[in-house]
């Protein structure tokens, strides 16, 4: 409903679209939680042996992701 409320305000009554990420920020957390819920929904219902296969690969571009983001971050700065 926080959402749902937050984007009709900024994004059809203030019309301050180019801003949405920003006044959205206070979701992040919710929307994080209900991703990583989900996640582990799907996981739990796959068996265990095909658990196992998707999660060393996942694990690894999760890893690959974070290291690599994070470089080019370093590297070319925040411009």
Request: glycine share 10%; proline share 5%; aromatic share 16%.
């Amino acid at each position: 409903m926080f959402g749902i409320f937050l984007i009709l305000f900024y994004g059809a009554y203030f019309g301050g679209t180019y801003f949405m990420p920003r006044y959205l920020a206070p979701l992040s957390p919710v929307l994080a939680l209900v991703g990583v819920t989900a996640a582990y929904r799907v996981l739990i219902s796959v068996r265990r042996n095909l658990r196992q296969m998707v999660l060393a690969p996942l694990a690894a571009l999760a890893v690959i992701l974070v290291v690599g983001l994070n470089g080019r971050l370093y590297y070319y700065g925040l411009e």
